[in-house]
C-alpha cells in the first residue's frame, strides 16, 4: 500500500468512526429520554442540541473540502 491510500484509509476510518459515535450517542439519549419520562418539549430541546452538534461537524467538513478545493489548505 502507499503513502496516499493509507491517509486516505485513515481519513475514511476516522470520518465513518464518527458517524458510529454520533449513532450511538443519539441511540443512547433516545433510551434515558423514554426511561425518563420527559416531556416532548424536553425532547425537542435535547434533539436540537444533537442535531446541531452534528451540523456543526458537517459544516467542518465541508469547508475543510472547499479551502483544499481552492489550494488552501
Do not use: H, T
Not at 439519549?29 to 424536553?42: A, E, H, S, T, Y
Not at 435535547?46 to 442535531?51: A, G, R, S, T, Y
Amino acid at each position: 500500500m502507499s503513502v496516499e491510500q493509507i491517509e486516505l484509509l485513515e481519513v475514511w476510518g476516522l470520518k465513518l468512526f464518527l458517524v458510529a459515535i454520533f449513532l450511538l450517542i443519539g441511540l443512547a439519549i433516545q433510551d434515558v429520554l423514554k426511561r425518563g419520562n420527559v416531556p416532548k418539549f424536553g425532547r425537542m430541546i435535547v434533539w436540537l442540541v444533537l442535531f446541531l452538534g452534528c451540523s456543526g461537524f458537517i459544516a467542518k467538513g465541508l469547508i475543510e473540502l472547499y479551502w483544499e478545493g481552492g489550494g488552501l489548505g
